[in-house]
């Protein structure tokens, strides 16, 4: 019988033996995941191409380089050959990496990376997201966003209208902290892009769900400040689909991006002059 999986390291690492055929997580190794910063993942290959998938795009594994060989892998993280395949399978299929016989494993170019796949804009935004990978982000944004806010008040689809409408609700309700402000808000723009009744700008909400959903929360951490003002610009962009008044809502969703990409930028600011505050943990005294 294959060997079952142990709980992982406080390095957040499955434990399996390396001749095990380790397909699932279970018992405390799944409890421990599921309350970590990884989300709950039910196979070891899963849990794995996480892990890498994060380290590739957050530069441990620069663009060019060569990942450690399967030796070094499998020791590191105590799995199989197999498990460690199968994870190299799911990032190849992302344009991650490319293996070439008697080479190895190598992470290739940014340029050919699958940004619209959830799981890899997912791993940006868990792998401390910068401010160019938010500005490009911001500009795909502007790009459909404000269209689609027109589409939807021309078409003027009470079920669509009704989703925005609660969605809005939601958010005044939660501006104090009473429920989920973020998922509120992305609420409300993905309802927008499904009430263009345009079934592939209605897709891409789906695509960069992770990405927006983190976006907002930088966005509404940089306007602690001005939350108010934000709330009324959505409220605003709320009207003019109502009202059936494209030129307005496209431009007030314009205004909106424009001004939540200031406020993400606020937030990388602070957090970075934060970082340089605190002391070097390498220096000596």
Request: net charge positive; proline share 6%.
């Amino acid at each position: 019988m294959p060997e079952r999986a142990a709980p992982p390291s406080n390095h957040s690492r499955p434990s399996v033996s390396p001749h095990s055929h380790p397909d699932r997580v279970t018992g405390e190794a799944a409890t421990r995941y599921a309350g970590e910063h990884v989300p709950f993942e039910r196979s070891i290959h899963t849990y794995l191409a996480n892990q890498l998938g994060r380290e590739i795009v957050s530069g441990v594994y620069a663009p060019g380089s060569l990942l450690p060989n399967e030796f070094e892998m499998c020791t590191r993280f105590s799995i199989s050959r197999t498990a460690l395949r199968e994870a190299y399978r799911v990032l190849a299929a992302k344009a991650l990496i490319v293996a070439r016989p008697k080479v190895g494993t190598r992470v290739r170019p940014k340029t050919d990376w699958n940004m619209l796949d959830p799981d890899v804009l997912g791993w940006h935004m868990q792998a401390v997201p910068t401010e160019h990978f938010v500005t490009d982000l911001h500009a795909l944004r502007q790009i459909v966003e404000p269209a689609a806010a027109a589409l939807a008040a021309s078409a003027r689809s009470r079920t669509t209208i009704d989703q925005i409408a609660t969605a809005y609700a939601d958010m005044e309700r939660f501006k104090d902290g009473a429920g989920d402000l973020i998922a509120a808000d992305l609420r409300f723009h993905l309802a927008i892009l499904e009430a263009t009744g345009n079934h592939f700008i209605g897709a891409l909400g789906s695509l960069i769900h992770a990405a927006l959903r983190g976006t907002f929360r930088l966005s509404w951490e940089g306007a602690a400040r001005i939350q108010d003002a934000r709330l009324h610009q959505h409220r605003s962009i709320l009207e003019a689909i109502r009202e059936g008044l494209p030129e307005h809502a496209r431009g007030r969703m314009s205004d909106l991006l424009r001004d939540s990409i200031d406020d993400v930028r606020e937030f990388l600011r602070r957090r970075d002059a934060g970082r340089q505050l605190l002391p070097d943990p390498t220096s000596t005294r």
